[in-house]
T-cell receptor, first 116, second 114 residues
Framework: DAGVTQSPTHLIKTRGQHVTLRCSPISGHKSVSWYQQVLGQGPQFIFQ???????GRGNFPDRFSARQFPNYSSELNVNALLLGDSALYLC???????????????FGPGTRLTVL | AQSVAQPEDQVNVAEGNPLTVKCTYSVSGNPYLFWYVQYPNRGLQFLLK??????LVKGSYGFEAEFNKSQTSFHLKKPSALVSDSALYFC????????????FGKGNQVVVIP
């Protein structure tokens, strides 16, 4: 099976612009999460979506938004880009299961965003 | 708040020697703990997890981790390091319930010296 895929791989934008990042989860995974990884740090949680509904939101400004589509793919949108938004944006998918068993998230290769 | 700490920035080890990457956690309730590895310009790859049960967890590529409740630790170990194990290692804990939010440590750079 294909893993989590993300597009584009790299992106260069200027301050004030808008960007859309895309993610396709592993087949059968209905939950998608987004993380921001700034150079030299661990990933920071941005959003989680499950069955097209937002299930969690990290400490990010309203410039960050996301959505999930009926096929469970997802988009992350960032408006009014700042230099500090330069980072690797990671998407992760997970197969939600009932009961006590908790299965892990699988991450995509990421989108490297550079804001000039 | 749920969090993990990785106290070391870099771990250097000779090839063939045991490798240990340290992680301590701070959570209320029972922790769900994870280890991921990141190679240059790549996403995160899952290594192993602790949810419940046996304190010694075995994972991918010969890695294992020991959950120690009294010391609030979840150290990653490998008996014999390979040069190909050189990478960035992240410890993570699930935050809250009803969502998939993970809180990551800052990461440890592992360098295996031939």
């Amino acid at each position: 099976d294909a893993g989590v895929t993300q597009s584009p791989t790299h992106l260069i934008k200027t301050r004030g612009q808008h960007v859309t990042l895309r993610c396709s989860p592993i087949s059968g995974h209905k939950s998608v999460s987004w993380y921001q990884q700034v150079l030299g740090q661990g990933p920071q949680f941005i959003f989680q979506y499950y069955e097209k509904e937002e299930r969690g939101r990290g400490n990010f400004p309203d410039r960050f938004s996301a959505r999930q589509f009926p096929n469970y793919s997802s988009e992350l949108n960032v408006n009014a880009l700042l230099l500090g938004d330069s980072a690797l944006y990671l998407c992760a998918s997970r197969r939600q299961r009932q009961g006590a068993f908790y299965n892990e998230q699988f991450f995509g290769p990421g989108t490297r965003l550079t804001v000039l | 708040a749920q969090s993990v700490a990785q106290p070391e920035d870099q771990v250097n080890v000779a090839e063939g020697n045991p490798l240990t990457v340290k992680c301590t956690y701070s959570v209320s309730g029972n922790p769900y703990l994870f280890w991921y590895v990141q190679y240059p310009n790549r996403g995160l790859q899952f290594l192993l997890k602790y949810i419940t049960g046996d304190n010694l967890v075995k994972g991918s590529y010969g890695f294992e981790a020991e959950f120690n409740k009294s010391q609030t630790s979840f150290h990653l170990k490998k008996p014999s390091a390979l040069v190909s194990d050189s990478a960035l290692y992240f410890c993570a804990v699930r935050v809250g319930s009803g969502n998939n939010r993970l809180a990551f440590g800052k990461g440890n750079q592992v360098v295996v010296i031939p």
